[in-house]
């Protein structure tokens, strides 16, 4: 007894100091991101995006942390690259992957040398970024297409399963997959709309071998009645989207 009286003092210090420490962490983490986010060299149009999108309680919900390795799932022009990278900081890296007829040469270099730490990936992920090496992973708006299928690909669940297996294989044990699209309903075109159910994503993020361990409503729009197009001029920018975190297990 007089033993755990000692230690109590102890362990309640210790656990002040580590969370302290989390706190700091996080706190250097939002001021870098405020200010990579409001650089003048950043497209006023990107700028114009983070109202509704919410980067960086974005980047806290998938837990991404300062010097951990990242990638950007189909990237497109590359808005969640900068998020990352502002995330990740200096001492971090993000693969930012794209299809090679998504990208845009000059605008991806220009990108790229402005962040600093950013790798371009052209091709098959595995084949480019090394098996186990990677603390995060997120797709943005874009698991619909691989599942409603795009650019003469096949559709379908097991496309879905066998690119998030794709990712499985980049990530560390315990890695995160970040999910966000589009909510779908049943009945309606979804792949004309461009959106997918939410149990479609679910169903092919376990059937790849993730854990789902947190689903938010950070970007949920209850105005939006998920019969529009997602580019739809009433809708585009302000869909309501599901967004999961999942893990790969330790």
């Known amino acids: ?22 706190a700091h962490a996080q706190d250097e983490q939002v001021t870098r991101m405020r200010a990579a986010l409001a650089a003048p060299a950043r497209p006023a149009e990107n700028k114009a995006r983070d109202a509704a999108r919410k980067p960086i309680e974005t980047v806290q ?6 010097g951990q390795t ?7 022009g590359g808005w969640f690259t900068e998020v990352l990278s502002a995330a990740v900081g200096p001492s971090g890296k993000v693969y930012s992957q794209n299809p090679p007829f998504l990208v845009n040469a000059d605008a991806e270099k220009a990108l790229f040398d402005r962040l600093g730490n950013v790798q371009a990936v052209h091709e098959r992920i595995d084949q480019v970024v090394p098996a186990g090496s990677v603390d995060a992973a997120v797709t943005a708006m874009n698991l619909h297409d691989i599942y ?3 650019a003469g690909q096949a559709g379908g669940e097991q496309p879905a399963v066998d690119f998030l297996k794709a990712v499985y294989a980049t990530l560390k044990p315990g890695g995160v997959l970040g ?6 309903v049943a009945g309606k075109d979804n792949a004309m709309l461009h959106r997918m159910l939410p149990q479609q ?3 092919a993020i376990t059937k790849a071998g993730f854990t789902i361990e947190a ?27 599901f967004m999961f975190r999942a893990r790969k297990p330790r």
């Open 215 to 241: 689903e938010s409503t950070l970007l949920a729009n209850p105005a939006d009645d998920h019969t529009k197009g997602v580019f739809d001029p009433s809708i585009m920018g302000h869909t309501d989207q």
């Open 70 to 76: 990242s990638m950007d799932l189909i990237a497109v």
């Open 148 to 150: 409603n299928g795009y």
């Open 179 to 184: 999910v966000i699209d589009h909510v779908g």
């Open 201 to 203: 994503a679910r169903d």
């Open 1 to 22: 007894m007089r033993m755990r009286q000692q230690l109590l003092p102890w362990l309640t210090f210790t656990l002040a100091a580590v969370l302290a420490q989390v």
């Open 61 to 66: 919900f998938f837990g991404i942390k300062t």
